[in-house]
């Protein structure tokens, strides 16, 4: 009607496009010639380290919820797998989408205690909370109580080892690769104008009609639900698991917010980013569980001190980069501003962390 | 017909009473001005109205229906859209995304982009910041920042609009810009009630004056008859009638 538009990418956002998509296909057809597995297996941490992070990161970066208590859904995801597989016999790769569903539903409770609580009591009531969530797993007979429990191979069926190898790999590279996409489509739709305006000013968002508490809510849900999901596909990773390592507040919330806020929180980059030096620092640090968390989280805290936008920031200031396109621009007449590229007044990627 | 907004016999207290046993009604079609000393309560009234603070006593309602206990996003798509007295924006995204906020969210049911882009386009247009749309809006200067919250406002198409000192701050030609502008919205049908300070720019706009001091209406009615009645003069100019 007015003749104007809106227009999303820019040649870099294009360009960062097209590199994912190859390193997407790239890494797809991978099973195809990594006949003995040993590029597959190894990747999978990665991939659902990426998984977990970026679902930290929409949950920190973008809609203000600093949660601490992701191991909750991850042990969710866990014994959600454990116990439809090994007690019900439902098939293994099912049951992971069924992880995904138990963990939605167990994250609303959750956030209706949660969501009462503001700012760091947000982050210590997660915690607490799911340090609730590991007692119950843990005094849980059904469940297993404090034992080792493992999936079996008769839970895994018939599939062979090269089978199980591969469906791990891909549905670790699904949750990665998805991860990142939810971020990027929920940053481009109304959720991701309605959370970027909350968190640059949440008065002003109620002003202007934004229901606060529901874009919360719809951003804690999808990432309940995709953190259950990868959770379940870190046990068919690693099938034996007991209540203290499902639900390991330090593998699997302190590495991952190490690893975001390493790559840098609130962009859809960052983490990735952060993901590739974990595999670094992992590669270099084989065998030292405890140096690998104590080193990334010296850098940190470090990064948290000296760059509070990751690595990505770091790049951005220096580029201009913004490699997933989530910002509007109008075109049309009677528009002035800046050069396509943005360049000279940038809007940060949904990206500043000014809260 | 109910009113489109009525304050019923609102109060409230930071330690002192701020505003106090407070009634006022406003018609589809007015244009009420509000004015008072600094510190009158004129910014925590508008503040209980639009349901960024709760009412320790009193109601709020909009077309007779009860908004007391509803929060400000909920009135807001009720037709109540409001500026702030200190701009509210959303520095890290650009001018035509913050109005593109208010014409998604503040329609009545939230709207596709799509739909809504042309009446962000119109509220920048109306607004005079349709050459600054892709402008990062922490970049914008003060007026700058004004006419947005005004265009962010109108963006929710609201049946009422309340301005909090729009005017303030602005050089004399800005402020008649804005007038004209204020007074394009008020004859386009949107009910304006505007506190400000600058009364010859209020008096260009309203058709009825209330005047409040220490959280109580002192004065209420003709714009010049208000503006001249003692009581005004005394606590408003600070002029004591001899
Ligand atoms: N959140 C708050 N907590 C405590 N006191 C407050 C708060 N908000 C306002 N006040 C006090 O309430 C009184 C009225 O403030 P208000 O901002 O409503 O006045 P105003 O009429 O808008 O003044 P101005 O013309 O300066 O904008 C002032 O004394 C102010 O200090
Ligand atoms: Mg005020």
Redesign the interface.
Known sequence: MTGHRVTRSDRQSTFGLAVSAVLLVVLVLLPWWDGDGSLRVPLVPILYYLALAQMWNLLAGFAGLVSIGQQMFVGIGVYTLLSFAEDFGVDPYLSVLLAGVVAAVLSLPVAALAFRLRGGYFAIGTWVIAEVFRLIALESGFLGGANVRTLTRESLGGYSVDTRNTVTYLMALGLAAGATAILVFVLRSRLGLALRSIRDNQEGARGLGVSVTRAKLVVWVISASWTGMTGAVILLHNPSTRAESAFSVLRWTALVVFIAIIGGVGSTTGPIIGVAIYWGVREFLEDADEWRFIILGLIAAAMAITAPRGVYGLLQKRWAVQFFPVRRRLVGPGIGGPAPGGQSQPAPDAGSTAR | MAPLLEVVDVEKSFGVKVVDALCLQVEQGDALGIVGPNGAGKTTLLNLI?G?LSCDRGSILIEGEDVTRT????R??RGL??T?QIP???????V???V???A????GV?M??AHA??VA??AL?RAQL???????AG?LPLLGRKRMELA??L??RPKILLLDEIAGGLTEAEVLELVETIRAIHAGGVTIVWIEHIVHALLAVVDRIMAMSFGIKIAEGDPAEVMASPEVQEVYLGVAPE
Do not use: H
Not at chain 2, 104 to 107: C, R
């Open positions: 639009a960024d929060s400000p996003d909920w807001c798509r859209a409001r702030a509210r924006p959303f520095e890290g995204m650009t035509f995304e913050n593109l906020v208010g998604v969210f503040g329609a939230p596709s982009e882009t042309p386009v119109e247009e349709l050459s600054s749309a892709n402008t990062r970049a962010r406002a963006a929710t």
